[in-house]
């Protein structure tokens, strides 16, 4: 009998047909298997990888290890941060507990027992009682004294820019602090808290050594440069009326809102500071508390939980928000349900579209979102009159006839367009040619129109750049026409245009076609322009340019400017007293008019935000209501008012808005 002989291959397969065979295989096969791993079945290599490889769980447990160090190191150094920045605070704390003697301070008899003068034989306060303190202040009270006169985004543009050192600078404010108005709004109804806006003025004026005066502008005396104030009353006293001397004076006072001849407004709530947003937060809660007393009427619940907002433009819709957002997100987690079903939110605009300054998609978008909301957006209406009780307005149905609408409510904000501040009114009415009835018209370097040049300037509300032409004909014309004709050829015409930007640089946008126009308005079409045609041409030029909107943006880039420049005219005195100029015309000379840089608008509509670029136009949910607060945050006044700012979001969002009725 024969033997076969046992080949590795088919010892394999032995092996695979019966597991025990596996076993039974001789050690000669495993050698030969391991030098032919080519002639091996697949079946062979498949059971030979079920095999734990121990290269892969050292692989596997050498990455645990290394994301577990990193983890640690993370969090480790997170904790170590955190104790050494409490540490930090708790020291800086420990180091304010201190105690200041303070000896013998130097004060200025004058400060004391300021003499009277003026057409008034009031305290001419030339002296303050800090002038003396020391030597900078002591130094600083012989440089040319400048007041500024308000506390808004112009006021505090103008302290953040100018150099220290170069004036005596003295704040007159009816307010001790600044607000940040565009979330005056979210303030309205606990968004944020009110301390979260406001930055005191002293706080900015001291990087200047300024003072502050807590007083009201009342009148102006330009010959001798006196400006008359009275004192904030103190528990009931009136105020007490001094003269405040001055070599600049900057009116930046802002406005206040227009009426539009409706009766009633007595019973309104504004939105332009501090007090009323308070104002406005406590009516609201207590519109809720009255309506969920089990004895007030359907009727008058009804009433208390209406709300009323006269005006679509950026305040307006912002607040009608807000108040949205109030009701859902807090309001009716708290209150009786029936309430939610009876608060209804009205918005009354004069125009065809809410936000009729932004674009239109941006119009289109908001009124969108507020008809989603639920809030009654009336358009092309006017509001007639307003009583304790109601809103009555009024509106053209489509056969053209006029109907009269009444909303009873509790509740009714004013947000309709600016008026004069009275001071800024005194001023209007003490000098010739200012004729605006809603601000005092400035030139393009902000000095008011009519006063001594470059003693008194004019920025925000409080002011309006002039876009009339045509009053500087005969000037123009005397610096173009070169050969003295009486007529303005091309040549000539190309000269004009440069000085007409040059004294009015808002009219750019409308000298872009200069030859076309040349062409357009020279009627006998003999190549010059007599007097009249210049004259019609100049006309229609202004007629077309558009006034500066009455916003912070303005305001502050105006106030920024005048600071650097007045900064630069301290500078250049020397050079300007030695060209045979006065200071107070240096103007002109070392810094060029101001030009307005829109950088874009944007309001809140309710968790979503719109943002108006120009160009460019950009709406949404969430992101963009992150991006509007991104942008006002940076905006902010101070670190201080940065990070109050932030925790308000951060507690409204994890415990929501306080409900307190304070």
């Given amino acids: 009998m024969f033997r076969t002989a046992v080949t590795p291959t088919r010892a394999l397969a032995r092996a695979?047909?019966?597991?025990?065979?596996?076993?039974?295989?001789?050690?000669?096969?495993?050698?030969?298997?391991?030098?032919?791993?080519?002639?091996?079945?697949?079946?062979?290599?498949?059971?030979?990888?079920?095999?734990?490889?121990?290269?892969?769980?050292?692989?596997?447990?050498?990455?645990c290890k290394t994301v577990a160090r990193y983890t640690f190191y993370l969090v480790g150094s997170t904790v170590v941060g955190c104790v050494i920045l409490t540490g930090g605070i708790f020291l800086h704390d420990a180091f304010t507990y201190t105690e200041r003697h303070i000896d013998r301070v130097p004060v200025a008899p004058r400060a004391l027992a300021p003499e009277r003068g003026g057409p008034k034989n009031l305290p001419v306060v030339s002296t303050l009682l800090s002038d003396w303190e020391d030597e900078q202040n002591r130094g600083l009270a012989d440089k040319p004294h400048l007041v500024i006169v308000g506390g808004g985004w112009g006021a505090v543009g103008v302290l953040q820019t100018l150099s220290p050192g170069d004036y005596h600078v003295t704040?007159?404010?009816?307010?001790?602090?600044?607000?940040?108005?565009?979330?005056?709004?979210?303030?309205?109804?606990?968004?944020?808290?009110?301390?979260?806006?406001?930055?005191?003025?002293?706080?900015?004026?001291?990087?200047?050594?300024?003072?502050?005066?807590?007083?009201?502008?009342?009148?102006?005396?330009?010959?001798?440069?006196?400006?008359?104030?009275?004192?904030?009353?103190?528990?009931?006293?009136?105020?007490?009326?001094?003269?405040?001397?001055?070599?600049?004076?900057?009116?930046?006072?802002?406005?206040?809102s227009s009426t539009h001849g409706v009766s009633g407004l007595e019973h309104c709530y504004q939105l332009k500071t501090i007090s009323d947003a308070q104002a406005i937060r406590k009516r609201i809660i207590d519109n809720f508390e009255a309506a969920s007393l089990p004895t007030t009427t359907p009727e008058e619940r009804r009433r208390l939980l209406s709300f009323v907002v006269c005006g679509g433009g950026p305040t307006g819709v912002e607040t009608a928000a807000e108040i949205y957002d109030l009701c859902q997100e807090d309001l009716f987690n708290y209150f009786p349900k029936i309430c939610r079903e009876e608060v209804s939110?009205?918005?009354?605009?004069?125009?065809?579209?809410?936000?009729?300054?932004?674009?239109?998609?941006?119009?289109?978008?908001?009124?969108?979102?507020?008809?989603?909301?639920?809030?009654?957006?009336?358009?092309?209406?006017?509001?007639?009159?307003?009583?304790?009780?109601?809103?009555?307005?009024?509106?053209?149905?489509?056969?053209?006839?006029?109907?009269?609408?009444?909303?009873?409510?509790?509740?009714?904000?004013?947000?309709?367009?600016?008026?004069?501040?009275?001071?800024?009114?005194r001023v209007s009415e003490l000098l010739p040619n200012q004729v605006h009835k809603k601000a005092v018209e400035v030139d393009a370097h902000l000095r008011v129109k009519g006063a001594p040049l470059g003693e008194v300037y004019a920025i925000g509300d409080a002011s309006t750049i002039e876009t009339s032409v045509v009053s500087y004909l005969l000037d123009l014309v005397d610096e173009a026409d070169k050969n003295q004709d009486g007529k303005i050829d091309?040549?000539?015409?190309?000269?004009?245009?440069?000085?007409?930007?040059?004294?009015?640089?808002?009219?750019?946008?409308?000298?872009?076609?200069?030859?076309?126009?040349?062409?357009?308005?020279?009627?006998?079409?003999?190549?010059?322009?007599?007097?009249?045609?210049?004259?019609?041409?100049?006309?229609?030029?202004?007629?077309?340019?558009?006034?500066?909107?009455?916003?912070?943006?303005?305001?502050?880039?105006?106030?920024?400017?005048?600071?650097?420049?007045?900064?630069?005219?301290?500078?250049?005195?020397?050079?300007?007293?030695?060209?045979?100029?006065?200071?107070?015309?240096?103007?002109?000379?070392?810094?060029?008019?101001?030009?307005?840089?829109?950088?874009?608008?944007?309001?809140?509509?309710?968790?979503?935000?719109?943002?108006?670029?120009?160009?460019?136009?950009?709406?949404?949910?969430?992101?963009?209501?992150?991006?509007?607060?991104?942008?006002?945050?940076?905006?902010?006044?101070?670190?201080?008012?940065?990070?109050?700012?932030?925790?308000?979001?951060?507690?409204?969002?994890?415990?929501?808005?306080?409900?307190?009725?304070?």
């Fill in 490 to 662: 091309y040549d000539e015409w190309e000269i004009m245009v440069a000085r007409i930007k040059k004294r009015i640089p808002m009219a750019e946008d409308q000298l872009n076609k200069v030859r076309e126009l040349f062409d357009l308005y020279d009627s006998d079409k003999d190549q010059s322009l007599t007097l009249n045609e210049l004259a019609v041409l100049l006309q229609e030029l202004g007629n077309k340019i558009t006034a500066l909107p009455a916003t912070a943006q303005v305001a502050s880039q105006q106030g920024k400017y005048l600071g650097q420049k007045l900064s630069k005219v301290a500078q250049h005195r020397g050079v300007l007293e030695a060209n045979g100029l006065r200071v107070e015309e240096g103007d002109d000379t070392v810094a060029p008019p101001f030009k307005y840089m829109h950088l874009g608008s944007l309001a809140y509509i309710g968790n979503a935000a719109v943002f108006d670029l120009g160009r460019f136009s950009f709406m949404g949910g969430l992101a963009a209501m992150y991006a509007w607060r991104s942008v006002y945050w940076s905006e902010q006044v101070s670190m201080r008012t940065r990070a109050l700012l932030m925790i308000d979001w951060v507690v409204r969002g994890i415990w929501g808005r306080d409900l307190s009725r304070l």
């Fill in 16 to 63: 695979f047909d019966s597991p025990q065979a596996l076993t039974r295989l001789p050690p000669t096969a495993y050698s030969r298997l391991s030098f032919s791993p080519l002639r091996l079945p697949l079946t062979a290599r498949t059971y030979a990888s079920a095999t734990p490889n121990p290269s892969t769980s050292s692989t596997i447990i050498r990455r």
């Fill in 345 to 425: 939110i009205h918005v009354i605009q004069s125009r065809e579209h809410i936000l009729n300054t932004y674009s239109e998609a941006i119009s289109r978008y908001a009124e969108d979102k507020f008809l989603h909301d639920d809030i009654d957006l009336i358009t092309s209406a006017r509001v007639a009159a307003v009583t304790s009780d109601r809103v009555t307005y009024t509106r053209r149905t489509q056969d053209g006839k006029t109907e009269t609408v009444e909303i009873p409510t509790n509740f009714v904000l004013w947000s309709t367009g600016i008026a004069m501040n009275p001071f800024t009114q």
């Fill in 171 to 256: 704040v007159v404010s009816p307010e001790t602090y600044t607000t940040f108005t565009p979330l005056l709004p979210s303030a309205a109804v606990g968004t944020v808290s009110v301390r979260s806006l406001v930055e005191p003025l002293r706080k900015i004026a001291a990087r200047l050594r300024g003072h502050l005066i807590n007083a009201r502008a009342v009148d102006i005396v330009m010959s001798e440069r006196l400006l008359e104030v009275q004192a904030i009353s103190v528990d009931g006293v009136k105020g007490e009326h001094m003269y405040i001397p001055y070599d600049k004076l900057i009116i930046a006072v802002g406005s206040t």
